[in-house]
């Protein structure tokens, strides 16, 4: 049995996914490789191989994504976790200082705000979002993973009364017509796209984020692989200090922040 137009890695996990078995049981294939397959298993193999064949992204045809060593559950409410966002992640957690007050803006499936407080639970995470269906994917993911984190519905940091220690988003940052949107189809627009240059909700965060950072407090922004020189000049504009970026796992500069004087 093949799952046709897949890599090897890929058709795994699509096979086991279809006999409902654990997404690293590979070894478990090799042994079952001449096992009889049930009409229902066969007939669901055909139905992801077909979504695969029209773009939906591995993490909806198996509903599961690894995020910085936590197994999320993902579907087309929220984009699928990349793992360049870990960087954000890994910047977050060497700045935050103890029992920190931090703020995922546009959560999503929650995967910041969940990687954070795993790591460090003496942090006190909250997490925005504007969609009512990507919280709910968010709120099962830290009901499931057993993470203490509070959820809201809001736009960025309105209605925010706190005084924080980081502000960390990945928000939309894709040109409304920028070409590689084509390859993103199957993903929620509003998560991806934001102005005509990319970079509205970006403006938006920046502003408000000074009203309600410490005085030394970070914010921390993932944007477009061509960005950072632009969110850099943003931040500096806005008086934040020390404004640097971080390079991705392909040594882009993917993130870029500041701290309030």
Known sequence: MQAQGLGR?????????ALEREPNDRAWLLTHDSDPVSESSLEHLRCLTSRHGHGEPMAY????????????????????????????VEWALEVL???????????????IALALKHVRPDAQIAAVDLSHDALLVARANAQRLKI??????????????????AIVSNPPYVAQ?????????????????????GLCDIRTIIVQSRTRLKHSGWLLLEH?????????SLLIESGFVEVQSRLDLAGVERCSGGKMP
């Open 9 to 17: 890695l890929d058709a795994q996990r699509v096979l086991l996914h």
């Open 224 to 232: 477009g692989y061509d960005q950072a020189e632009r969110v850099r």
């Open 148 to 165: 203490d984190v509070t959820f809201r519905q809001g736009c960025w940091l309105e209605g925010v009364q706190d005084t924080l220690d």
């Open 177 to 197: 017509q920028d070409p590689h949107l084509a390859e993103l189809t199957h993903e929620p627009a509003s998560a991806l796209t934001s102005g005509e240059d």
């Open 97 to 111: 200082p103890d029992r920190a007050k931090v703020l995922d803006l546009g959560t999503g499936s929650g995967a």
């Open 61 to 88: 045809l198996t509903g599961r994504q690894e995020f910085f060593g936590l197994d999320l559950r993902v579907d087309a409410r929220v984009l699928v976790p990349r793992p360049d966002t870990e960087t954000l």
